[in-house]
């Protein structure tokens, strides 16, 4: 597809499980992040990639969240222990690279929920 | 610490008429901005930006304008359409990392 891809669109799972969210993101973007927006909250930045490398994880809330990117392409954002405060919106962008002039490009999200 | 604010959680405006969304910055390091339109269960969708560098720039329907001395932007859409209803987003980025305002619902009525 043209957009950038998020799977899976939905995920419910009991406190505790462990969940991986993916992200694929427009073929030849360098650039690619995380972001959350929890209920009656804003969108919150979690990390951002540039190729395979995270320079910043400065958003990721705890060490229960870890993400990696391979091949420069497919990014895998992964929640170990679930807790309830997890529930969210989790977002995925890309943009062909950082700076002035290159806009970020959103996928529809997966709408994780924690029970 | 909320460093782009969108202080008008709502907006109603007749068809053919002018919006106007107003966004305040407080970060003098942000140098490009952008506004995002968003349907519900959808991600947001890049609508236009500017760098800091501008003051205007137009896209069709859609006019960004900054103030930098005041932290000021704003989006009209001119005229406004119904298709145009939906939560609008200002956003301010100082490299990579996109700081988001808390938007702004839009309704055009008929």
């Known amino acids: 597809g043209a957009g950038v891809s998020q799977s899976p669109s939905n995920k419910v799972t009991e406190k505790g499980k462990d969940v991986e969210l993916r992200c694929d993101p427009i073929?030849?973007?360098?650039?690619l992040y995380w972001y959350r927006q929890s209920l009656g909250q804003g969108l919150e930045f979690l990390i951002y990639?540039?190729?395979?490398?995270?320079?910043?994880k400065s958003g990721l809330p705890s060490d229960r969240f870890s993400a990696e990117r391979t091949g420069g392409s497919v990014s895998t954002l992964t929640i170990q222990r679930t807790q309830q405060e997890d529930s969210a919106v989790y977002l995925c962008?890309?943009?062909?690279?950082?700076?002035?002039?290159?806009?970020?490009?959103f996928g529809d999200g997966t709408r994780l929920s924690i029970l | 610490d909320q460093q782009v604010k969108q202080n008008s959680p709502s907006l109603s405006v007749q068809e053919g008429r002018i919006s106007i969304l107003n966004c305040d910055y407080t970060?003098?390091?942000?140098?490009?901005f952008l506004w995002y339109k968003k349907y519900p269960a959808e991600g947001p969708t890049f609508l236009i930006s500017?760098?800091?560098?501008?003051d205007k720039n137009e896209d069709g329907r859609f006019t960004v304008f900054l103030n930098k001395s005041a932290k000021h932007l704003s989006l009209h859409i001119v005229p406004s359409q119904p298709g145009d209803s939906a939560v609008y987003f200002c956003?301010?980025?100082?490299?990579?990392?996109?700081?988001f305002g808390a938007g702004t619902t839009v309704t055009v009525r008929a």
């Open positions: 962008a890309s943009s062909y690279n950082t700076g002035v002039n290159q806009p970020q490009h």
């Open positions: 073929s030849g973007h360098t650039a």
């Open positions: 990639f540039q190729g395979n490398s995270a320079p910043d």
């Open positions: 970060n003098s390091m942000f140098d490009y």
């Open positions: 500017i760098s800091s560098i501008k």
């Open positions: 956003a301010a980025s100082d490299e990579y990392k996109l700081s």
